[in-house]
């Protein structure tokens, strides 16, 4: 019966252990907003606004974007995968746990309503974001990018109100193949021509 005992407690005590281990892991996992705000106000207001909301068109508005997206970009930054001068100075500086607040913060924010005034390219550019060009394959961008543009978190990046300026860059890009760490997005920028790049991004821009 000692030896039982023994052999329960033992067991109890290990268990206990692991339990505190993961605790503790979860805990360190946890990304620490107030550090996530206070690093963002210090390295990337200038560019992305106070709150995540950029006043200027050709950065991007990262308030409600999904954090896993924002990481997995500021790591390609940094390891050179996403080439940007800029954006390659400012990843530099941050480690990965900087990464990680500074997405979770910045996320936290509500992004503001998008802008767009050009009618006739918000409607073909609607068309194919929703259908897709078929006679020439063009996807559906709402395929991975959600109907409403809300995105998939890591992969896919939410474009609802996104700076037009900033989605023609970026589509510009992966169609040069300047932008290259996406090869999906390569494959579908190929595809498009310059007035379908502007249309795209003034309905997504439109998007409220």
Not at 10 to 22: I, P
Not at 104 to 127: C, M, S
Request: some cysteine; overall charge positive; charged content about 20%.
């Amino acid at each position: 019966m000692k030896l039982i005992s023994s052999v329960l407690v033992a067991a109890s005590l290990a268990m206990s252990a692991v339990s505190g281990f993961a605790q503790e892991a979860a805990a360190a996992a946890k990304p620490d907003l107030a550090k996530g705000q206070a690093s963002f106000t210090a390295v990337c207001v200038a560019c992305h606004g106070p709150d995540g909301n950029s006043l200027v068109p050709d950065y991007p508005k990262l308030a409600q974007q999904h954090p896993e997206y924002l990481i997995k970009q500021l790591q390609e930054f940094k390891a050179g995968k996403r080439q940007n001068a800029i954006m390659l100075g400012f990843s530099a500086m941050l480690s990965d746990e900087d990464m990680k607040n500074i997405a979770y913060w910045v996320t936290t924010n509500k992004a503001a309503p998008g802008t767009a005034a050009d009618a006739d390219l918000i409607a073909q550019g609607k068309r194919i974001y929703l259908g897709g060009v078929l006679d020439r394959n063009i996807p559906a961008c709402a395929g991975c990018h959600g109907p409403a543009a809300a995105g998939i978190p890591a992969q896919y990046p939410r474009l609802k109100g996104q700076q037009a300026n900033y989605v023609v860059t970026q589509l510009t890009t992966f169609r040069s193949g300047e932008r290259n760490n996406n090869l999906q997005m390569t494959g579908v920028a190929a595809k498009l021509n310059d007035r379908e790049i502007k249309a795209v991004a003034e309905y997504v821009a439109s998007l409220k």
